[in-house]
Structures are given as structure tokens and as C-alpha cells.
């Protein structure tokens, strides 16, 4: 009976480590839902931030590749600066600088600038990618 006991102690105490692992384990639609979403719509019309498909659209056009541009969309959520920012004054001007998401770990952060990747409007060109 007693190695029965152990193992399963062993078991409960496995587990939270699972599940800290599941859980920093970054999905970037779910992070996007529950963070993003409450400012940036996907789509036009905008909501209180430019709408994802045309803030990606810039990230696009500037890098080279999308682990550029994620990486550039990483540094930008870190620290949020007009410098950083590849979208137009007009825009900045408008909705202004965006707080830093600092409460996101760095996996998260990757995830979710991954994600928002996906949704670019290429139909207009504006998410062409060079080569």
C-alpha cells in the first residue's frame, strides 16, 4: 500500500509543474483574445488602436521575414516608443503610443507577435514580403 501512496504524492506533485509548463506555453490567438482584442479589432472598423491587419501590414513591409518582424513587434510591446513605432504620425497621432506589455512573459509576447502576423491585409499589397 505504501508504494502506492508514494507514487501517487509523486503524481500531485508533478502535476503543478505540468501545468506551469502548459501554461507558459504561449498561444498567440488565445493571448491576442484575452490582451489584445480589448483595443485592436482585426479588422477596420478601428476599436480605441489601429486594427491588427493594417499594423502588421507595416511590420511586413519593413523586415525582411516574419521572425524580423516579430521580433520588431516584440521590442515595440516591451517598450512602446514613437521611434519604434512603424505606423504613420497620423496614426500615433490619433490613437497615441500604446501602453508597454510588460506583463507578458517574452514567450508570449513571441506568440502573439507570430500570430498577429497572420492577419496582415495582403490583399492590398501592404503585407508583400521581400525575399
Not at 525582411?64 to 510591446?77: G, R
Not at 497615441?96 to 490583399?123: C, E, F, I, K, N
Amino acid at each position: 500500500m505504501r508504494p502506492i501512496y508514494l507514487a501517487l504524492c509523486a503524481a500531485i506533485a508533478v502535476t503543478p509543474v505540468a501545468a506551469q509548463q502548459k501554461a507558459a506555453t504561449a498561444d498567440g490567438a488565445q493571448v491576442f483574445t484575452m490582451v489584445c482584442a480589448m483595443c485592436h479589432s482585426v479588422q477596420p472598423p478601428a476599436k480605441a488602436a489601429p486594427p491588427m491587419s493594417h499594423v502588421t501590414a507595416y511590420y511586413l513591409r519593413k523586415h525582411v521575414d516574419t521572425t524580423a518582424a516579430a521580433a520588431a513587434i516584440v521590442d515595440y510591446l516591451k517598450k512602446p516608443e514613437a521611434a519604434r513605432s512603424l505606423m504613420p504620425p497620423m496614426a500615433i497621432e490619433r490613437f497615441g503610443l500604446m501602453p508597454a506589455q510588460s506583463h507578458l512573459s517574452d514567450a508570449q509576447l513571441d506568440a502573439v507577435a507570430r500570430y498577429v502576423l497572420t492577419l496582415a491585409d495582403t490583399a492590398h499589397g501592404h503585407g508583400r514580403m521581400r525575399h
